[in-house]
């Protein structure tokens, strides 16, 4: 996604391949995969199709900070 700047308007991946093809890929079950996806829509994540779209990306930030501190405290 690269870096978000000063710029919170939504952004799009289209995925290459199906999400059970990725799912396969990450050793998941497709129902996990969707779980996961779910698990991130109260943080702006949407995996609509062949794509996963990111309306919030400061909100999804957050996430990714808060989750590198409780994996490294120190």
């Known amino acids: 996604m690269g ?10 991946v289209f995925l290459s391949i199906s999400k059970k093809t990725l799912a396969s890929l990450m050793g ?30 400061w909100k999804l930030k957050e996430l990714a900070i808060y989750n590198s501190i409780l994996d490294d405290p120190d």
Do not use: C, M, T, Y
């Open 3 to 12: 870096q978000i700047g000063d710029v919170a308007e939504p952004r799009r």
């Open 28 to 57: 998941l079950e497709p129902e996990s995969l969707s779980r996961i996806f779910a698990s991130l829509e109260p943080f702006g994540v949407e995996g609509v199709d062949n794509k996963l779209v990111v309306n919030d990306p």
